[in-house]
């Protein structure tokens, strides 16, 4: 697979290196100064840290790093720029690269929260709504969350489900099924379809999310009524509920708060908590919107009545039944009346772990250890899955009986083509297909097939290559040496300090940019010109070389002086030169220029006038005016 293309953007280019590196398993990340400098149309997402201003010019899904800021900059941001899909606090970056990858993924995914153990729970109503938080407090207890995090957790949860079974449902008209119902009313009925409910701990953190499959959550109204919350001339700890009051108080509570929606198919919402935090504040807001061409959209909700609605309807019948009671015929009936359905679990483990499950094309975890899904029903058949990178999928059909059911599924591997290259960092296309660069291990080919692999690196000769697949649980690894090009020569680039950028003389920065220390490979017999660049310092320009075919070992470079920044204006067109400072030469009006403190002469030269001599002493940055 090609990696996806992530434009890392800060004015600080020693924090954009760190961005790069923050993101590097998430896509293959360029590091721009500002959107500006880079074409943003082509790119897969873009993280901008500093000024976030809107432009047409980004089609892509935006993270938008801030510093520690209110809420209700953060909803003006998102209201602002419908291309935010994410808002990161500066000093919370350890995440980053996870909701990079979230926010590219074509499908939210499961809950995941490191190598904690997942909990499912399957919520039909009001009643499971109860038990469910009853399980996840206990799950609280055992790793002995603090009191005073258990009311956020407890009011997350209960709007996250609530919402799930009451909000999001849609009917056959393309209507919410329970408009205009009553909240009285409500939570004695239900739909024909459940809601899942995962939660984790470890130790540190405590997560929830809640999946519902109708995916009819808007921005928009998550910006509305949290806008509404804030301008609001009432306190929210004074209002009635509804009204976005519980949406407020789950982004006002937890440290990550993410919406995740399928149009038509799926939304999950994630409430994460700090639990070593030393208050509750949030880090991190998600709303983010994926594709949902080729998927199958969810069908239309029917009302029912709830279990315990339906309890009561036969408590009705007690009168009755009480006469069969005398007569020892009720006795037997009446409790079993009045159990409800029988419910079963079911806990199923992976042969090797880290599966991803699905019960009837429903996400109930990763089995990193038992997985376990409550509130089934008896008797009922299900559809099992489960999915590995580098396995084939398992599936199961299973009748499930009243209690725990335990499943072991086992998952073939496929065939591991492993390739390399030395040097590594060559890229790698298979068939004419694209898929990634060296190291790389590869599982999707046919097994026992013959493939065409090309490895392409700059500076070399490509190499081609004729493998065979291995068979089904095998792996082959494949290691393809590179010759270094006659026509290239490999030149290393140094500064002091290092993170300077290296700029071919006479040539506009692209999107590819290298950052000393950097070896770079120029054409052989060719004069070479190269300048390294670095806010507040004075630009180093490299002595022209030409290097011959074969030579190694060569090192250009040096220290950088700090300097000072001279702004050059004039009323008039014209083009400005500085005395000893060669980078400075025949410069566009108007234009910045780096020098070192000192004196120096500028002359300025327009058409039809005469060449105009002024003499400046830099001992700060100036703005100088002709």
């Not at 919410?176 to 009925?189: D, H, K, L, Y």
């Not at 009635?240 to 995740?260: D, N, P």
């Not at 015929?329 to 009446?334: D, K, L, P, Q, S």
């Not at 002091?496 to 000393?516: C, I, M, N």
Request: charged share 20%; aromatic share 4%.
């Amino acid at each position: 697979m090609c990696a996806r293309r992530i434009i890392a953007v800060s004015p600080d280019p020693a924090f954009a290196s760190r961005l790069a590196g923050l993101l590097a398993s998430a896509g293959t990340v360029e590091r721009v100064g500002a959107l500006a400098d880079v074409d943003p149309s082509t790119a897969a997402l873009c993280v901008i840290h500093g000024p976030v201003t809107p432009t047409d010019a980004v089609r892509c899904p935006v993270i938008a790093i801030m510093s520690r800021v209110s809420l209700a900059d953060i909803v003006a941001l998102l209201q602002a720029w419908d291309r935010v899909v994410g808002i990161v606090i500066l000093e919370e970056l350890d995440e980053l690269a996870d909701l990079a990858t979230r926010v590219l993924k074509t499908d939210p995914g499961p809950l995941v929260l490191g190598t904690a153990d997942i909990h499912t729970a399957i919520v039909h109503d009001y009643d499971d709504k109860a038990r469910c938080l009853g399980a996840v407090m206990a799950l609280a207890d055992v790793h002995g969350v603090a009191r005073n995090y258990r009311a956020p957790i407890e009011q997350c949860l209960d709007e996250m489900v609530m919402n799930a079974l009451y909000d999001a449902p849609i009917g056959p008209t393309g209507q919410p099924v329970f408009a205009g119902v009553p909240a009285r009313i409500r939570i004695n009925q239900r739909t024909d379809h459940a809601v899942t409910v995962q939660y984790a701990c470890d130790g540190t953190r405590f997560a929830i999310s809640v999946r519902d499959d109708f995916g009819a959550l808007q921005r928009a109204t998550v910006l509305h009524f949290l806008h509404k919350s804030l301008i609001s001339e009432v306190g929210v700890d004074r209002r009635a509920a509804g009204a976005g009051l519980g949406l407020y108080l789950m982004v006002s509570s937890a440290t990550r708060v993410g919406f995740h929606v399928v149009p038509g198919v799926v939304t999950i919402a994630t409430c994460v908590f700090d639990l070593a935090a030393p208050r509750l504040q949030l880090a991190e807001l998600e709303l983010v919107r994926h594709d949902a061409t080729g998927r199958t959209l969810t069908r239309p909700a029917r009302r029912l009545a709830s279990a315990a609605q339906r309890r009561r309807t036969l408590l009705r019948a007690i009168a009755v039944l009480g006469v069969l009671a005398v007569l020892g015929i009720g006795i037997a009936i009446v409790p079993r009346l009045l159990a409800g359905p029988p419910i079963a679990q079911l806990v199923v483990t992976t042969v090797p772990p880290g599966a991803a499950l699905e019960l009837d094309g429903r996400s109930v975890g990763i089995a990193n250890g038992p997985v376990a899904v409550a509130a089934l029903e008896v008797d009922r058949s299900y559809t099992l899955e489960a999915r590995l990178d580098g396995h084939e999928p398992a599936r199961r059909q299973v009748t499930l009986h009243e209690g725990d059911n335990a499943l072991a599924l086992k998952l073939a591997p496929l065939g591991r083509l492993q390739l390399d290259s030395s040097p590594p960092g060559a890229t790698v296309v298979i068939d004419g297909k694209p898929y990634g660069s060296t190291p790389l291990v590869v599982t999707t080919l046919v097994p026992g097939s013959t493939v065409t692999v090309m490895f392409e690196r700059a500076g070399h000769r490509p190499a081609r290559a004729r493998i065979q697949v291995p068979p089904k649980g095998e792996l082959k690894r494949f290691v393809q040496p590179l010759e270094v090009s006659d026509q290239l020569v490999r030149v290393r680039f140094v500064s002091t300090p290092p993170g300077a950028e290296v700029v071919r003389t006479g040539q506009l920065s692209t999107t590819d940019r290298t950052y000393t220390p950097a070896e770079l490979f120029v054409e052989a017999g060719q004069v070479q010109r190269f300048t390294l660049t670095m806010p507040k310092h004075v630009p180093l320009v490299v002595e022209p070389f030409t290097p011959a075919r074969g030579a190694t070992d060569l090192e250009k470079g040096g220290p950088l002086v700090p300097g000072f920044t001279l702004r050059l204006e004039a009323a008039q067109p014209g083009k400005a030169t500085v005395s000893r400072a060669p980078h400075c030469r025949e410069l566009a009006l108007p234009a910045d220029c780096t020098v070192a403190p000192g004196t120096y002469v500028i002359e300025l030269h327009r058409p039809g006038a005469a060449t105009v001599t002024r003499a400046v002493t830099v001992d700060a940055d100036a703005v100088i005016r002709f």
